[in-house]
């Protein structure tokens, strides 16, 4: 059992910067690739980026990629979302989530109760 919680998400303005955090619990972080997603109000809860369990390859949605940074510390069992340059598109709530088998919605083993962000133009 993995329980994650989100922490970091708030207002900021277009153009900010805010570092999103999910602290996992469980001796068996280390075995869970890590993610995040998110999902706008009226819209399907999508992809954002996430990381395998050794933290070698990261993949990025289009939207994020060059603005988003995704890292991970398994000593401190967190995963970690730098959000730069931040756009009111970008205004939703985030989600971590762990998976060991893949990225699909109904592939992700557990899902943190989500984190605000909200980009103001």
């Known amino acids: 059992q993995v329980q994650l919680e989100e922490s970091g998400g708030g207002l900021v303005q277009a153009g900010g910067s805010l570092r999103l955090s999910c602290a996992a619990s469980?001796?068996?972080?280390?075995?869970?690739?890590m993610g995040w997603f998110r999902q706008a109000p009226g819209k399907e809860r999508e992809f954002v980026a996430a990381?395998?369990?050794?933290?070698?390859?990261?993949y990025y949605s289009d939207s994020v990629k060059g603005r988003f940074t995704l890292s991970r510390d398994n000593a401190k069992n967190t995963v970690y979302l730098q959000m730069n340059s931040l756009k009111p598109e970008d205004t939703a709530v985030y989600y971590c989530?762990?998976?060991?088998?893949?990225?699909?919605?109904?592939?992700?083993?557990?899902w943190g109760q989500g984190t605000q962000v909200t980009v103001s133009s």
């Open positions: 469980g001796r068996t972080f280390s075995s869970y690739a």
């Open positions: 989530a762990a998976t060991v088998t893949g990225w699909s919605l109904n592939q992700i083993d557990y």
């Open positions: 990381m395998r369990r050794y933290g070698d390859i990261t």
